[in-house]
């Protein structure tokens, strides 16, 4: 069975600064995805990234970008120029395949300081 | 269309009554996935659909949960003599079948059920 861990529960950051968000899976699968979703308090779930396994190229949407290592099994977030609207769970995401469930980690709570 | 929508939003019942739920997908998403989210943890998935057809049921359904998707558009969750247990928030996604790569998932904004 696929596995995510997040190995940091809470994370914070200084507004302007930069933070790495740390995500390691497991599987046997060579066909999947990676996903990083975002939960703020009491709103919905909203995709951030998102990574093809086939893909040597590290994603990169705007302020965020992955670190994904295939061979290590990781997959970290980097958000540069930190707002304070970043502040969030942020939860780490596996997909078999192109399209099926999501296996996520536990989440990391990000505190944004002014 | 605005997105997924899930009613009620938050649920209060007393252990041992039946709950359903509706989520509404967005109107062309072919897929609907049911998750269920603790407190401190990352949401875990429930089952899922293509169209009205409900492919996988995780082992976390236990027989007093039912869902059912009958035109392939909104779903249902209902579950049976209620557990405090099953307090959580269950949220629902869907997703469209298309090129790869295209593959987000969309969420709700959950229910929250309580068992009292």
């Not at chain 1, 390691?24 to 995709?47: A, G, N, V």
């Not at chain 2, 295209?102 to 059920?113: A, C, M, V, Y």
Request: hydrophobic share 30%.
């Amino acid at each position: 069975a696929q596995t995510v861990t997040q190995s940091q529960p809470e994370m914070s950051v200084q507004e302007a600064e930069t933070v790495t968000l740390s995500c390691t899976y497991d599987t046997s699968e060579s066909d999947y995805y990676l996903f990083w979703y975002k939960q703020p308090p009491s709103r919905q779930m909203i995709l951030v990234i998102r990574q093809e396994a086939y893909k040597q190229q590290n994603a990169t949407e705007n302020r965020f970008s992955v670190n994904f290592q295939k061979a290590a099994k990781s997959f970290s977030l980097k958000i540069s120029d930190s707002q304070l609207g970043d502040a969030a769970m942020y939860f780490c995401a596996y997909m078999r395949g192109s399209n099926y469930k999501l296996t996520f980690g536990k989440g990391t709570l990000l505190t944004v300081n002014p | 269309d605005t997105g997924v929508s899930q009613n009620p939003r938050h649920k209060i019942t007393k252990r041992g009554q039946n709950v359903t739920f509706r989520c509404d997908p967005i109107s062309e998403h072919n897929r609907l996935y049911w998750y269920r989210q603790t407190l401190g943890q990352g949401p875990e998935f429930l089952t899922y659909f293509q169209n009205e057809a409900q492919l996988e049921k995780s082992r976390l359904l236990s027989d007093r949960f039912s869902a059912e998707r009958p035109k392939g558009s909104f779903s249902t969750l209902e579950i049976q003599r209620t557990e405090q247990g099953d307090s959580a928030m269950y949220l629902c996604a869907s997703s469209a079948i298309s090129r790869r790569g295209d593959n987000e998932q969309f969420f709700g904004p959950g229910t929250r059920l309580t068992v009292l």
